[in-house]
């Protein structure tokens, strides 16, 4: 093991295990007011008029019309009001928010508002859909004429569901407005994403508006883009508070109901084959944007061009659209658009194989791609690409050949088994030139008289270990002790924008640029002197450049791999099925502490599990979010998987902080498809299309097939 | 007038004069302001909010002040002071148990429930032990493999 992946105490391990790290609801609600929004009942409605009740004395309400700058969130378009306007677009769409002293107060006044609507008709079904926010299309190689040579065309459809991040603090902030400066803190990702757009939205000059993370409870993306959509709210009440604190806690109900979750999808894939090859695939990607467009195009852009998964596949074409319905709008969640095109190209090749007689994991052998091979988007995979080594490692630990060829003789009793195996990549940080273009990151070190260094980013510790990674890479070429080197959570007024924490970005890019600016800061370093080194983003020399126009070119720089097996055990009486076993090999290349990377891995691989089976979310006929606590939102605990085994795998990248590549989202991206084709082996060999595949689905499946 | 009850916080004899029907979490965290006892959900699914009471986890959103009349209540706040808190926080330090730090507090108060009724938990038991309390980051593994570091290191502590 290199000496820098060597586990370290991490930095923010003390104040969290001892109780007093403070989150943002920790914060002393002396003298502070409390919102609650109110919302749309309606999927869709015109706003015709609000009637207040009467207001005690401090007490207010604000709405779109106190919005002094434009009644937009600033996330990549920006079509999201900070209130709603002469429309409502979804369940929950906030139309005003109700501002008193203390919480009971507060509920009651809100409750107490009455709204006049018109509903209008909405559109609830993915299959439905009108709008088309976002449309794509890319290829290569002549599609049509290898689908005319074909042997045989396959076609299948796949869906995948909603799946809700579920950190374990809900979303929050705090806004105050004194001496004409509008200062904003609480739970997020991007705290630069936040600053934008209340800047935006006050009609404020950036050095007005002053935001601040506190000790944030998990994110997942969850808290990448919907804290712009808070922090403006709240900041549009701060405004008109006269200088008090306005906070707005959500409670878990309201959370898991309206905010961001991932994007259900249905995907379409038509796959010719000749000579037992997989010789061209068209595949058609729609995923459900509900309401308003935040982060859908760049997710969809991550999801098609991760649509042929990790195959050379030489004769491509694949459309992809973000549609609206009157739903709540679905954001970034850990994977970011490409665990639903994964699902989908990892299932076809197994029921391909299946079809063909071939063994799957042998089938999808005979196409994956190697270090020179055309990714989708013509770009290149320039480094190894460790899938073989990966396999073999998985095998070893899983047993999955001598299993596989067991379940898939006729099985008996009550219990049956199954068990899959599942290959994918995650692109490692943004899409394109997004690095490039739009983010332009900057560090800064401080380095003190006394010898301290602190670095300077926007990266925010969201349970990642972040602050611990980035230190240990500065004290190790400052060849300093760690101790010596601190990170804070990040305040505008105080850090560059060094980008958001976000694509499994912060410590592959930012990591390296603090890595360059250590060495500068080492070759200047003088004693007793207080000093101050900066660094930029540089795109690396060997990036065939990206066009988004065209999706051509590197779409990553690098990619992380992953191989996952699930095992399963299904009760035939119950339907109930139980993981036995989940195995999986993780490249990230260098890790830059092995327990950190370890724990990323784990959770993820977790997440991924749920997001398989029992993390079920779903709306009813009006359009409502029936998922909404954690009674009717499961996620794993701790007896669920007791059997769930990560190994690492090192391919170093040459452009990262000692070979460090994206770790974050890796490991949840696959699993569905592994888990599946376990199940699907379980259940007599029957074709399955969609995830998570809950009991109830394994109850009907059982009646068709035994 | 209000009648006042007693109970024992974190070691000292306390006072309390507010309803019998509030809910502990929020009393511990507004009037005492113990913030390190989490509110996750308020509808006792998470534990993020599991404090000790009378030797026994409990989740405070679910536990009325009334029931708390007489009792013995131990929080993070309290229970970082022990020697066994130092074992298990060095524990759970080796192998960087610790992510978002959101579920932590109810997840020591927890392990130190399973300890204290077992010192030399089987893997399972500990998993079971900690079932009550979710942690959406880590994947469990490693906040059991630090209980049963705590169990070891910690010999007789427990």
């Known amino acids: 093991m290199k000496e820098i992946s060597k586990s370290v105490r991490k930095k923010d391990h003390a104040s969290k295990m001892s109780g007093g790290a403070k989150y943002v609801a920790d914060w002393s609600a002396d003298g502070a007011l409390y919102g609650r929004l109110v919302r749309s009942p309606y999927a869709r409605a015109r706003v015709l008029d609000i009637h207040l009740p009467e207001m005690p004395e401090g007490c207010f309400a604000v709405d779109r019309r106190d919005v002094s700058g434009e009644n937009r969130v600033h996330i990549v378009m920006d079509d999201t009001p900070v209130y709603a306007g002469e429309t409502v677009e979804y ?94 803190h609480g739970s997020m990702q991007c705290p630069y994403y936040v600053h ?44 008109k508070a006269g200088g008090k604190p306005v906070r707005v806690i959500y409670d878990r109900r309201e959370d898991m109901e309206f905010t961001s979750k991932r994007h259900p999808s249905l995907c379409t894939y038509k796959v010719a084959v000749k000579d037992g090859k997989v010789i061209a695939m068209d595949i058609d990607i729609l995923f459900n944007s509900g309401g308003f467009t935040t982060l859908s195009a760049v997710v969809l852009q991550r999801g098609i061009i991760a649509a042929s998964g990790v195959y050379n596949i030489p004769n491509l074409n694949v459309r992809g659209r973000a549609v609206k319905t009157n739903t709540v709008p679905t954001g970034a969640y850990r994977g970011f658009g490409a665990p639903q095109t994964f699902f989908a190209v990892e299932t076809v090749m197994n029921h391909i194989a299946k079809d063909l007689g071939v063994e799957p994991l042998e089938f999808k052998k005979n196409h994956m791609a190697k270090q020179g091979d055309a990714t989708s988007t013509s770009g290149k995979y320039h480094f190894p690409v460790p899938l073989p080594d990966m396999i073999e490692e998985v095998e070893k630990a899983s047993g999955y050949y001598a299993k596989r060829e067991e379940y898939r003789k006729p099985q008996t009793g009550r219990y049956r088994r199954g068990i899959g195996i599942s290959l994918w990549f995650h692109g490692a940080g943004f899409t394109g030139s997004g690095e490039r273009d739009f983010i332009k990151a900057v560090v800064k070190l401080h380095k003190f008289a006394d ?118 055990k299904v009760d035939t009486l119950t339907g109930v099925h139980e993981v036995v076993g989940a195995w999986g090999s993780f490249d990230v290349g260098t890790s830059i502490d092995l327990n950190i990377v370890v724990g990323q891995m784990e959770g993820g691989f977790l997440q991924g599990l749920g997001y398989s089976s029992m993390e079920q979310m779903d709306t009813d006929a ?68 969609h995830a998570p595949f809950s009991t109830e689905d394994t109850m009907k499946a059982l009646r068709e097939v035994l | 007038m209000a009648d006042s009850m007693t109970f024992i916080l974190n070691g000292k004899e306390t006072v309390y004069s507010g309803s019998a029907t509030a809910r502990l979490l929020d009393v511990l965290r507004n009037e005492y302001n113990l913030t390190g006892v989490k509110c996750g959900c308020k509808e006792g699914e998470c534990g993020a909010c599991s404090v000790i009471l009378d030797g026994r986890l409990v989740n405070s959103c679910m536990t009325a002040m009334g029931r708390v009349a007489g009792s013995g209540v131990v929080t993070i706040e309290g229970y970082r002071e022990t020697e066994r808190f130092k074992a298990l926080d060095k524990a759970y330090a080796s192998v960087s148990a610790v992510q978002c730090g959101f579920c932590i507090p109810g997840m020591v108060l927890a392990s130190e429930c399973i300890l204290s009724k077992n ?11 900690i079932s009550g309390n979710l942690c959406r980051c880590t994947g469990y593994n490693a906040i059991v493999k630090a209980i049963g570091i705590a169990a070891k290191e910690g010999d007789g502590l427990w």
Not at chain 1, 199 to 209: I, N, R, Y
């Open chain 1, 451 to 568: 010898g301290k260094v602190e670095v300077l980013v926007s990266q925010t510790d969201i349970g990642q270990g972040i602050k611990t990674t980035l230190s240990k890479i500065v004290a190790n070429e400052l060849n300093v002790p760690l101790d010596k080197v601190f990170c804070e959570n990040p305040d505008t007024d105080h850090v560059p924008d060094s980008g958001p924490t976000v694509a499994s970005r912060s410590l592959m890019t930012v990591g390296e640029l603090l890595r360059r600016a250590a060495i500068k800061l080492r070759g200047q370093w003088v004693d007793g002197e207080e000093q101050m080194v900066e660094e930029h983003f540089k795109e690396p020399d060997f990036i065939i450049p990206f066009y988004i126009e065209k999706f051509r070119g590197d779409a990553y720089p690098t990619y992380a791999w992953a191989v996952a097996a699930v095992e399963l």
């Open chain 1, 91 to 184: 369940i929950g769409d906030p139309v005003l928010m109700v501002v008193g002293h203390d919480e009971k107060e507060t509920a009651r006044l809100a409750k107490a508002v009455k709204v006049d609507y018109e509903e209008l008709p909405a559109i609830l079904n993915i299959r439905d859909y009108e709008t088309v926010f976002f449309d794509y299309n890319y290829g290569k190689g002549d599609a049509q004429k290898a689908f005319a040579e074909a042997d045989k065309v396959y076609e299948e459809e796949f869906q995948t569901g909603y799946q809700e991040q579920a950190y374990l603090e809900t979303q929050g902030m705090i806004a105050q407005y004194r001496d004409g400066k509008m200062t904003v």
């Open chain 1, 196 to 239: 934008g757009a209340i800047a935006k939205a006050l009609g404020f000059t950036p050095d007005k508006v002053r935001v601040m993370q506190d000790t944030t409870g998990g994110g997942f993306g969850g808290k990448e883009a919907y804290p712009s959509i808070l922090a403006c709210q709240t900041a549009v009440a701060a405004y």
């Open chain 2, 119 to 129: 010192a030399h938990p089987t893997e399972e038991e500990i998993r079971e032990g």
């Open chain 1, 622 to 689: 009006k359009g409502r979010i029936r998922n909404n606590s954690y009674s009717d939102y499961i996620i794993p605990t701790s007896v669920d998987v007791p059997n769930l085994q990560v190994i690492m795998h090192e391919e170093e990248y040459p452009d990262g902080p000692y070979g460090a590549k994206g770790a974050g989202e890796l490991p949840l991206v696959g699993v569905p498809a592994a888990y599946i084709s376990a199940m699907e082996q379980a259940l007599n060999g029957v074709n399955l299309y």
